[in-house]
């Protein structure tokens, strides 16, 4: 079955630092992969999705994620993070069966002054 | 261009007492799926479906645990005899189509409180 781990329950980045949200993949076929984001009492709102159509992705928000096969992973990255980027991030992976998502375990993104 | 809503955003329900969590879809989308998030924990897929049909019930716990979603109306979400590890908050997407690919959009969810 299609799975991801995501390496890192909580990472803190500086203000106007590079952010990385790492994200790696197991799956038999082609992988769907997803990012999504949770702010504090709200539902999932996506950030980007790879569909194999290129393997750089841009998203909202200044976010980007490279899908490299090689390394089975789909990292979630930001050049310059922002206050407003503190939130809960989730990678998901789309089953074979094509009906559900299945999570990673989260991210908790912290920006410090 | 409404998103998904589901409603309560809130709930409290004393043990032994049944809970109903109502879904209304993206106008255009004939997807419903239900997850589960428990704290600290990421959302666990339990259940996939279209009009009048459930598709996949997988995730769904054996007992206590229904859902549906009729010709009109919103899904819903029942747990009968709700117990205290039955607190989380359960969120509903939805998508145009069933696609691998497709993109779930997700409602605000409903945390429920068991007491």
């Known amino acids: 079955a299609q799975s991801v781990t995501q390496l890192g329950s909580h990472v803190s980045v500086s203000e106007g630092a590079l952010v990385l949200l790492r994200c790696n993949y197991s799956?038999?076929?082609?992988?769907?992969l997803f990012w999504y984001v949770q702010y504090p009492n709200q539902g999932l709102q996506l950030l980007l999705k790879?569909?194999?159509?290129?393997?750089l992705v841009k998203g909202i928000n200044g976010f980007e994620a490279e899908f490299k096969k090689s390394e089975t992973s789909f990292h979630l990255t930001k050049p310059s993070a922002h206050m407003r980027d503190a939130a809960e991030y989730f990678c998901?992976?789309?089953?074979?069966?094509?009906?559900?998502?299945?999570f990673g375990k989260g991210t908790s993104l912290l920006v410090t002054p | 261009n409404a998103g998904v809503m589901q409603n309560p955003r809130h709930l409290v329900r004393r043990r032994g007492q049944e809970a109903r969590l109502r879904c209304s879809p993206m106008?255009?989308?004939?997807?419903v799926y239900w997850y589960r998030q428990l704290p600290e924990e990421g959302l666990k897929f339990m259940v996939y479906?279209?009009?009048?049909?459930?598709?996949?019930e997988s995730g769904m716990p054996k007992e206590r645990f229904s859902a549906e979603f009729p010709k009109e109306g919103p899904s819903i979400l029942r747990i009968q005899q709700v117990v205290r590890g039955d607190s989380a908050a359960y969120f509903c997407?939805?998508?145009?189509?069933?696609?691998?690919?497709?993109?779930?959009?997700f409602g605000p969810g409903t945390r429920l409180l068991v007491l």
């Open positions: 997407a939805s998508s145009q189509g069933g696609w691998r690919q497709e993109t779930q959009y």
């Open positions: 799956s038999s076929v082609p992988p769907y």
């Open positions: 790879y569909t194999s159509a290129a393997t």
């Open positions: 998901a992976v789309s089953l074979n069966s094509g009906y559900a998502l299945n």
């Open positions: 106008k255009g989308h004939s997807h």
């Open positions: 479906l279209q009009k009048e049909n459930i598709i996949d």
